[in-house]
């Protein structure tokens, strides 16, 4: 082969593998793994809820191993208090709204979240709460209301989404309506499958799911409700990691808050252990998964709680309380996995929401 000939080979050798770079990089792209987050509620848990619990489970909480915090400022629009309904807007839309409205500006608009948002990208997508579905946190991911006690119109509202796995209380908002009609029976038309208990939610093994674990709220953990909420995570995660695009998966340990509305630590301190308890299930999910992004939170602390002393070796905590409504202190964020670095510092409750779509590349 001549020079000439071999300075014409090289060049069109070049040139093949400049023109096959792009498909390469898009190949590489679509290869990536699905990304995945699990988003922990602990309604009401400020530091003092999780240091009693800590204190009272022998110097150990789940949620303490992560390696990332920071601290989430909870206001509300035009209110230095939030509650929950805007706090959990913050985090569903990114945008602060009046105390009261679900998912809606202030001007009474809707505003769309990130389960809508992860919808319209081919995400799965899931609740789970030990409160009803209907109620102020779970139902600011789904539903656009102004008023968060308007429980027939929220529950309408879930019909109107397409999430593929719920698993709560409120059964009694789809079913037992002044309207006269069964929500659930038109959850089952839409492809669902209905379980009225945990034990038969376990029973599912793929598809849509629509758990009713209560006519409206779960009992507390200690009047009986066991390990509804660890075994809902896990059931919930079963299902939604079927999904080959990746999910998002909101997860509320309502009750915390009511202990710290009644004042009662024992109520405080036994609810948020079994929230952390359903923390280590995501935390055991993420570590074993290696793309998932785990965030645990607060929408705002409750109660005023202070710990005034204890044993951690003795389980004993003493505990006092200065309100019984909501305050306005900064709650902590803890952080595992892909992402976690960027929930470090200190911000306001609406960037939750543009961290979160920012790893799931949108």
């Known amino acids: 082969?001549?020079?000439?000939?071999?300075?014409?080979?090289?060049?069109?050798?070049?040139?093949?593998?400049?023109?096959?770079?792009?498909?390469?990089?898009?190949?590489?792209?679509?290869?990536?793994?699905?990304?995945?987050?699990?988003?922990?509620?602990?309604?009401?848990?400020?530091?003092?809820?999780?240091?009693?619990?800590?204190?009272?489970?022998h110097g150990f909480l789940n949620m303490f191993s992560c390696p990332f915090t920071g601290l989430c400022l909870t206001s509300s629009a035009g209110d230095y208090i939030t509650d929950s309904a805007a706090g959990a807007t913050a985090f569903a839309t990114g945008e602060k709204t009046k105390n009261g409205y679900l998912s809606m500006d202030t001007a009474g608009h809707p505003l769309t979240t990130i389960v809508e948002i992860a919808e319209q990208r081919r995400l799965a997508?899931?609740?789970?709460?030990?409160?009803?579905?209907?109620?102020?946190?779970?139902?600011?991911?789904?539903?656009?209301?102004?008023?968060?006690?308007?429980?027939?119109?929220?529950?309408?509202?879930?019909?109107?989404?397409?999430?593929?796995?719920?698993?709560?209380?409120?059964?009694?908002?789809?079913?037992?309506?002044?309207?006269?009609?069964?929500?659930?029976?038109?959850l089952a038309r839409k492809g669902y499958a209905l379980a009225f208990s945990i034990e038969e939610a376990d029973k599912v093994t793929a598809g849509k799911l629509a758990a009713f674990t209560a006519a409206e709220h779960t009992p507390k953990f200690s009047e009986g409700r066991g390990n509804m909420l660890p075994r809902a995570v896990e059931i919930a995660l079963r299902l939604l990691s079927q999904d080959k695009n990746g999910f998002f998966l909101m997860v509320e340990g309502s009750q915390i808050d009511w202990g710290n509305h009644a004042n009662d630590a024992d109520y405080v301190i036994n609810e948020t252990m079994d929230f952390d308890r359903a923390v280590g299930v995501a935390l055991d999910f993420a570590r074993k998964d290696g793309n998932t992004l785990l965030?645990?939170?607060?929408?705002?602390?409750?109660?005023?709680?202070?710990?005034?002393?204890?044993?951690?070796?003795?389980?004993?905590?003493?505990?006092?309380?200065?309100?019984?409504?909501?305050?306005?202190?900064?709650?902590?964020?803890?952080?595992?996995?892909?992402g976690a670095e960027k929930f470090t510092g200190v911000y306001e409750n609406t960037e939750v929401f543009r961290k979160i779509k920012s790893f799931l590349g949108i």
Do not use: C
């Open 1 to 57: 082969m001549n020079i000439f000939k071999k300075r014409v080979f090289a060049l069109l050798a070049v040139g093949v593998i400049l023109f096959s770079l792009p498909s390469m990089e898009v190949k590489r792209k679509e290869n990536k793994p699905a990304r995945k987050v699990i988003l922990m509620i602990g309604d009401g848990m400020g530091i003092a809820q999780a240091y009693a619990a800590w204190t009272v489970n």
């Open 125 to 186: 997508t899931g609740l789970v709460a030990t409160s009803a579905l209907t109620h102020a946190t779970p139902a600011a991911f789904v539903s656009h209301q102004m008023g968060r006690n308007d429980y027939e119109n929220i529950a309408a509202d879930f019909l109107k989404t397409d999430v593929d796995v719920l698993i709560g209380g409120g059964a009694d908002h789809f079913r037992k309506r002044k309207d006269g009609k069964d929500l659930t029976a038109e």
């Open 295 to 338: 965030v645990i939170l607060a929408d705002h602390e409750s109660g005023g709680l202070t710990i005034t002393g204890g044993n951690v070796k003795n389980a004993e905590v003493k505990t006092h309380f200065s309100t019984h409504d909501h305050t306005p202190v900064p709650v902590p964020v803890y952080a595992y996995g892909p």
